[in-house]
Each structure stands twice: as structure tokens, then as C-alpha cells.
């Protein structure tokens, strides 16, 4: 074993001070204050299900050439697919942005 608790050069991790549990606990302490510091800047990432019924200033959708063809011909209402695509373009209330 050398000075830093090692055997055969491997750390072990349950002689290190705290423990791995502790550590983990620390990390997550950090990122949840991280998170809360930096709450307005962030940007949800959510299905479109999940944004039924939410509206933000600005909204950006992740279009499938399939949906980029449906937008050129017109969606059917009778379509789930087409129906889900208006959901998602419709959360903004002043800019949506398809890519």
C-alpha cells in the first residue's frame, strides 16, 4: 500500500476521507445551487406533451423532415402527429423558431 491508501496503484475509495457517499452528496449539493443560481438562464427541454398548456416568450422546435414537409403542405387536424406540431409551435408567444 503506498502513502495515498492505494493498493497495486487502484484508490480505494472507502479510505478516502468521507467516503464516496459523502462526496456524492457534495457534488449534488453543488449542482443543485448551481442550478438555482442560474435558474432564469436556463432553457427547458420538454417534449411536446410535456408543454402542452405552458407558454414561454420564445420557443424553439427540433423539426423531422417529415414534420418540415407537413408545415409546407398544411397540417391535418385529424392527424396526432400534426396535432402534436401545432402543440409545439404554439408555446411562444412572441417567436417560434423551427430547426
Same mark, same amino acid.
Given at each position: &500500500?503506498?502513502? #495515498? !491508501?492505494? %493498493?497495486? $496503484? %487502484?484508490? /480505494? +475509495?472507502?479510505?478516502? =476521507? @468521507? $467516503?464516496?457517499?459523502?462526496?456524492?452528496?457534495?457534488? #449534488?449539493?453543488? #449542482?443543485?445551487?448551481?442550478?438555482? /443560481?442560474?435558474?432564469? !438562464? #436556463?432553457?427547458?427541454? &420538454?417534449?411536446?406533451?410535456?408543454?402542452? !398548456? *405552458?407558454?414561454?416568450?420564445? =420557443? @424553439? =422546435? *427540433?423539426?423531422?423532415? +417529415? /414534420?418540415?414537409? +407537413?408545415?409546407?403542405? $398544411?397540417? /391535418?387536424?385529424?392527424?396526432?402527429?400534426?396535432?402534436?406540431?401545432? =402543440?409545439?409551435?404554439?408555446?411562444?408567444? %412572441?417567436?417560434?423558431?423551427?430547426?
Amino acid at each position: &500500500m503506498d502513502r #495515498l !491508501g492505494s %493498493h497495486n $496503484g %487502484h484508490h /480505494d +475509495a472507502r479510505r478516502a =476521507v @468521507g $467516503g464516496p457517499e459523502t462526496d456524492t452528496r457534495a457534488a #449534488l449539493a453543488n #449542482l443543485r445551487t448551481r442550478l438555482e /443560481d442560474a435558474r432564469e !438562464g #436556463l432553457v427547458p427541454g &420538454m417534449t411536446c406533451h410535456q408543454a402542452k !398548456g *405552458r407558454e414561454w416568450d420564445r =420557443v @424553439g =422546435v *427540433r423539426l423531422k423532415e +417529415a /414534420d418540415a414537409a +407537413a408545415l409546407r403542405r $398544411g397540417l /391535418d387536424p385529424t392527424d396526432e402527429a400534426h396535432r402534436a406540431l401545432y =402543440v409545439a409551435l404554439t408555446r411562444a408567444h %412572441h417567436l417560434s423558431l423551427a430547426v
